[in-house]
């Protein structure tokens, strides 16, 4: 189980939401690089950034501080990165710098069009992000929620070729309140591609209860509040996670 530390940009700054509302943000660091050297020397095995200023704007915000990360990174670890990608030219860009892996959030929702090409022009490098509120997609920064069933998109994102989903419960994001096992199991049994969950991690009963049905095709999960406020100890989760034999 791949245990992903979560580097969310507002400003320049590390800061985490609580659900999504850009006006309920908790100021982490002010030094985003520094966080990811910290992330890495405890064990990290792949950072995820988001672009919150990118998301809302509809392109990228906070190149300073991706580049500081991809510095301090130095290739020891893959970098994955989402918020504001709507263009192929953006994904060129990213993985130019030396990003891993790009995640399209509502443009794959919105133009999927957009999806099939990026996964046609970038081949193992691209990951959908697929956030959702009981079974139903949510789009723009969280801000709106469309029709779209989580479960039919995720097969048709499968077809266009993305390496991976990224399933966030965003009734559950920042919230602490545990992650929706249930939601990202169906959601796994569903697609032949790895899907890392997100949204609602506490502590480590957590981890265990998604090690438990990792061999349903749940690769990892994204850690955010939960390590920033102590909640769950990274090093001591991923190490967990390692040793865990069902």
Not at 35 to 63: C, I, S, T, Y
Not at 88 to 94: A, C, F, G, K
Not at 157 to 168: A, M, P, Q, R, V
Not at 181 to 207: C, F, M, W, Y
Request: aromatic share 6%.
């Amino acid at each position: 189980m791949l245990l992903i530390p979560a580097i969310d940009l507002k400003d320049g700054r590390c800061v985490r939401l609580r659900q999504g509302a850009l006006d309920d943000v908790t100021v982490f660091s002010d030094d985003p690089a520094a966080m990811a050297e910290q992330w890495l020397d405890q064990g990290a095995r792949r950072l995820h950034l988001v672009d919150l200023n990118g998301a809302f704007a509809g392109k990228p915000v906070n190149q300073d501080a991706i580049a500081a990360i991809l510095d301090a990174v130095n290739d020891e670890i893959p970098v994955q990165i989402g918020g504001g990608i709507r263009d192929l030219d953006t994904i060129e860009t990213y993985l130019d710098m030396g990003i891993r892996y790009v995640i399209i959030g509502t443009a794959a929702v919105k133009s999927p069009g957009f999806l099939r090409d990026a996964c046609s022009a970038f081949p193992g490098s691209i990951i959908v992000g697929l956030d959702a509120r009981d079974g139903k997609v949510a789009t723009d920064g969280w801000s709106k929620v469309s029709r779209h069933d989580v479960l039919d998109l995720a097969k048709k994102f499968e077809d266009y070729g993305c390496e991976s989903i990224i399933y966030t419960d965003i009734g559950r994001d920042g919230m602490l309140s545990g992650v929706n096992i249930e939601a990202t199991v169906r959601l796994a049994q569903h697609v032949n591609i790895p899907v890392i969950a997100s949204g609602g991690v506490t502590d480590i009963k957590d981890i265990k209860a998604l090690c438990e049905v990792e061999n349903e095709g749940v690769e990892g999960v994204i850690l955010g509040r939960s390590i920033y406020e102590g909640t769950l100890d990274f090093a001591e989760a991923q190490t967990f996670a390692d040793e865990y034999e069902a």
